[in-house]
């Protein structure tokens, strides 16, 4: 299994409060991706990194801000909370040198609700 | 807007018999396509994965067929055990930055 770890594993906060999700890898991958999983939905990306310091949007990137200071971390922050946030998150991760036809690789999530 | 669709929800099949879970796909950009199995409480784990280029990529139970023509792509499994009940991701991508998940198979694999 990749070395990837996701902090905190369950969170509960109210609507309104900043909220940081962190993804931790040991494996040295130069893409990092954030992922929210909801019923109906499958997985749909948030943001993802293919460096340190290089970031961009995905598919439902509105209300969520990232960061990556590190090879080996990456931030999710949910700056005001909003009910519609309640989901399981997850990192992922992959090399970046296949040019492509990469596989990702999912941490064990974590599952937020907004109150 | 739904680039990869499975339409099963759900899927019971007995032990021993073959599972069969179907994805289909809309953009023709993607060329890469993968399946993960997760179980609850975890995240998603790799499965197996097909190339555009080819039509068939078979690992040991797990065989994936591609439909180019058809946009169209399944996961065999056979023989199917009691310990493959999960849910099952179809996934597309053509290229690091945009792989496209559908909403997931229920399988259930009944002694």
């Known amino acids: 299994d990749a070395g990837i770890t996701q902090s905190p594993r369950h969170k509960v906060t109210e609507t309104g409060t900043p909220v940081t999700l962190r993804c931790h890898q040991t494996e040295n991958h130069r893409y990092m991706y954030w992922y929210r999983q909801d019923p109906g939905h499958g997985l749909r990306l948030i943001h993802y990194s293919y460096g340190v310091k290089d970031t961009d949007k995905g598919e439902v990137s509105d209300g969520y801000s990232v960061s990556r200071s590190k090879t080996e971390d990456f931030l999710l922050t949910l700056e005001s909370a909003t009910s519609s946030q309640t989901s399981v998150y997850f990192c992922?991760?992959?090399?970046?040198?296949?040019?492509?036809?990469?596989?990702?690789?999912f941490g064990p999530g974590t599952r937020l609700l907004v109150l | 807007d739904q680039q990869v669709k499975q339409n099963s929800p759900s899927l019971s099949v007995q032990e021993g018999r073959i599972s069969i879970l179907n994805c289909d796909y809309t953009?023709?950009?993607?060329?890469?396509f993968l399946w993960y199995k997760k179980y609850p409480a975890e995240g998603p784990t790799f499965l197996i994965s097909i190339s555009s280029i080819k039509d068939k990529n078979e690992d040991g139970r797990f065989t994936v067929f591609l439909n180019k023509s058809a946009k169209h792509l399944s996961l065999h499994i056979v023989p199917s055990q009691p310990g493959d009940s999960a849910v099952y991701f179809c996934a597309a991508a053509y290229n690091n930055n945009d792989m496209r998940f559908g909403a997931g198979t229920r399988l259930t694999v009944k002694p």
């Open positions: 992922a991760i992959s090399p970046g040198t296949s040019g492509g036809e990469e596989t990702q690789y």
């Open positions: 953009n023709s950009m993607f060329d890469y």
